[in-house]
């Protein structure tokens, strides 16, 4: 089994800043895609930034500028550095990533848990 443990988000004041990581744990092979996405209360599920399999980082663009994805390959884990943060940044924040395991023969896409990270004063 391969899950992604979040950890991170909390209660922050406009213009602060916030980090999120993100590790995946369990018999993994290989990741090709990992990063963060986000969902506002009333709004669909968006993508905030994310490393993807050709090796490109990709940002949403009301973050550019603002948030840094970062990962340790060795250690299976992205962080997401934000800053700058604006009260539209308030959403539960995902983590997602395609496994391979050492079980399967095909790359999983798995989600995390979600974290809360609310902006406000």
């Known amino acids: 089994q391969v899950q992604l443990v979040e950890s991170g988000g909390g209660l922050v004041q406009p213009g602060g800043s916030l980090r999120l990581s993100c590790t995946a744990s369990?018999?993994?092979?290989?990741?090709?895609?990992m990063g963060w996405y986000r969902q506002a209360p009333g709004k669909e599920r968006e993508l905030v930034a994310v490393?993807?399999?050709?090796?490109?980082?990709n940002y949403a663009d009301s973050v550019k500028g603002r948030f840094t994805l970062s990962r340790d390959n060795a250690k299976n884990t992205v962080t997401l550095q934000m800053n700058s943060l604006k009260p539209e940044d308030t959403a539960v924040y995902y983590c997602?990533?395609?496994?391979?395991?050492?079980?399967?023969?095909?790359?999983?896409?798995?989600w995390g848990q979600g974290t809360q990270v609310t902006v406000s004063s």
């Open positions: 369990g018999s993994i092979v290989s990741i090709n895609v």
């Open positions: 490393f993807t399999s050709g090796g490109r980082t």
């Open positions: 997602n990533a395609n496994v391979l395991s050492y079980y399967d023969n095909y790359y999983r896409d798995l």
